[in-house]
Nanobody
Framework: QVQLVQSGGGSVQSGGSLRLSCAAS????????MAWFRQAPGKEREGVAA???????TYKDSVKGRFTISQDNAKNTLYLQMNSLQPEDTAMYYC???????????????WGQGAQVTVTS
């Protein structure tokens, strides 16, 4: 079992920055792939960024160049640095972990509790 506890999020004006964190505990050796997803009201959950145990990353096209996913293996913590935030980035953001090569597919076994990100214009 893996437990994921998120922190960060909040409200920011357009063009601002926020950082999300996701601390993993438990059977963390199973976290070969970790990712960030988001879900806006009335919309499906979508993958934002993902990273594997070697540090390879992938991003949703609309966040490339603005968001950066990273991980601190010593702290078992995943991060999402979000810059140049826009109102369309407003959503509940979730971290996720799995041993399978899922990248941005929303089929991860383990999920964080979610953190609201609100961007005002």
């Amino acid at each position: 079992q893996v437990q994921l506890v998120q922190s960060g999020g909040g409200s920011v004006q357009s063009g601002g920055s926020l950082r999300l964190s996701c601390a993993a505990s438990g059977d963390t050796y199973s976290n070969s792939y970790m990712a960030w997803f988001r879900q806006a009201p009335g919309k499906e959950r979508e993958g934002v960024a993902a990273i594997d145990s070697l540090g390879h990353t992938t991003y949703k096209d609309s966040v490339k160049g603005r968001f950066t996913i990273s991980q601190d293996n010593a702290k078992n913590t995943l991060y999402l640095q979000m810059n140049s935030l826009q109102p369309e980035d407003t959503a509940m953001y979730y971290c996720a972990a799995d041993r399978r090569e899922l990248w941005l597919l929303p089929r991860y076994a383990y999920w964080g509790q979610g953190a609201q990100v609100t961007v005002t214009s």
